[in-house]
């Protein structure tokens, strides 16, 4: 039987590593999700016939094992179909915590256990360890990162939770859980409360270094998070002696970490400035030497410009993604094109909450993947392009990060916008950007701003054109 349920955890990988490879391009992405879920159903199944579990579970622990499933199957079934599309983000981030919360409580099960006359070896008993505290740090700042994306209350204000010396009271936080994990590990017999006192430094530390972190970061925190989660699965799969955690946990931290990397090489920064740089709180705009002013566009005359533009790029962000408004985009975008226009999307690589977001918005409106270009594809376009239609975004775009030496984001990699010949912001006010920066395109010569709400002022923009026959 052991070997047969290896060899259903290899095919189980293989599954994994399939649905992952198809999830790299949106045309296959949807197969790759119900390849890799195959996979894990697979994984699950198998998993009661384990070995390890049938020789301890008795018909009560599998009842309580089935329960549990359900319980917790049917709150992700209808969390993930009731969640709108602007609240993808915080879905994933709290489900991504829930994994390292998963993997924390694994370890603290094989932590608290009585092994009787075969203790664990200390390789293992350090393993278990390492993978509490990333597990817990993981599903503690993931919860933070939740809490920011939902913009609830108490997470609102990212500077009251910043003071002096903030670095070095979270490393000593983090200390102090690696200090008693080796003690716990290297002991062999430590007690409920110190085991206790491990988890609460571990917890504290995740959500500790999440809280101060700014949400124009938060993409990048997400992904980092991921990638802890799929360690600390990985680590616990090696104390539990399941293959199939151990391929899971390494396939999700190895992308996570690479997906880290590139979010952060897209800002223009490091991993490490990203965490403990805290420069979302500096872009208070004083340092933006903008000059000119605001010049409004009434969606009329914004239609007439768009109606007679040769070639269009649209940049969506997240005020695309707060009012639906891509369905009324890909709607404009074909009545373009039915005119003789080109139409393309740029896509920055951190627009919107989360890796990604602005393609899956956009691919739920059916704009076809061939339209879609990103930043290195379509920079050199806006120079040839008769209108730029920005939806919402706003850092991304900002020409500050290319010319002002003095903003925080400068030398980060934008969307060059501000090169076409005419640009039209739809914008529903007048704040800034996540970042907390001014935004110097808006005050450009070939900048006109369109105030509202995007899907209603797409709609009138619609209407306009269909006007002009």
Do not use: C
Request: no cysteine; glycine share 10%.
């Amino acid at each position: 039987m052991g070997y047969l349920i290896e060899t259903i955890y290899f095919l189980t990988a293989a599954l994994f590593i399939l649905g992952l490879k198809r999830m790299s391009h949106p045309t296959t992405a949807r197969s790759g999700i119900i390849w890799a879920g195959g996979g894990m159903v697979l994984a699950t199944v198998v998993s009661f016939a384990h070995p390890q579990i049938t020789a301890h579970a008795s018909v009560v622990n599998y009842v309580l094992m089935l329960i549990a499933i359900a319980i917790g199957g049917g709150i992700a079934w209808w969390g993930a179909k009731i969640v709108a599309m602007t609240a993808m983000p915080q879905m994933i981030a709290i489900y991504n915590g829930m994994g390292g919360g998963a993997a924390a409580a694994i370890a603290a099960v094989e932590l608290l256990k009585d092994h009787g006359a075969h203790p664990l070896p200390v390789s293992i008993l350090l393993m278990a360890v390492a993978g509490a505290v990333i597990g817990a740090v993981s599903f503690s700042g993931s919860v933070v990162a939740f809490g920011k994306l939902q913009e609830l209350k108490f997470f609102k204000d990212d500077a009251k939770f910043r003071f002096p010396g903030q670095q070095k009271v979270n490393a000593a936080i983090f200390a102090g859980a690696v200090l008693l994990g080796l003690i716990i590990a290297l002991s062999h017999s430590a007690s409920g409360p110190l085991i206790s006192l491990f988890f609460v430094l571990a917890l504290a530390f995740g959500a500790m270094m999440a809280l101060p972190i700014g949400g124009a970061d938060m993409p990048v925190v997400i992904s980092l998070f991921n990638a802890f989660t799929g360690l600390a699965v990985a680590l616990e799969g090696f104390v539990l002696g399941n293959s199939a955690m151990i391929i899971a946990g390494i396939i999700v931290g190895s992308s996570g970490t690479l997906l880290t990397l590139m979010m952060a090489k897209a800002m223009n920064r490091s991993v490490s400035n990203v965490l403990f740089s805290n420069w979302a709180a500096l872009g208070s705009g004083e340092a933006q030497a903008v000059t000119g002013s605001l010049k409004p566009m009434e969606p009329p005359d914004a239609a007439i410009q768009m109606a007679y533009a040769s070639k269009v790029i649209i940049v969506p962000g997240y005020g695309m993604a707060v009012a639906q408004a891509q369905h009324k985009i890909w709607e404009m975008s074909k009545l373009l094109i039915e005119r003789g226009a080109t139409v393309k999307f740029a896509i920055h690589p951190v627009a919107g909450r989360m890796p990604g977001h602005m393609n899956v918005l956009l691919a739920e409106a059916g704009v076809p993947y061939d339209y879609i270009a990103d930043i290195d594809e379509i920079n050199e376009e806006f120079a040839t392009a008769d209108v730029a239609l920005v939806i919402g975004a706003n850092d991304v775009v900002n020409p500050a990060a290319r010319n002002d030496k003095s903003s925080p984001i400068y030398g980060m990699p934008i969307l060059n916008v501000d090169y076409a010949k005419n640009v039209q912001v739809i914008k529903r006010g007048k704040g800034v950007g996540f970042a907390g920066i001014e935004n110097a395109l808006f005050f450009a010569d070939n900048t006109r701003m369109v105030y509202g709400d995007a899907q209603k002022v797409v709609a009138a923009l619609i209407q306009g054109i269909k006007d002009l026959g």
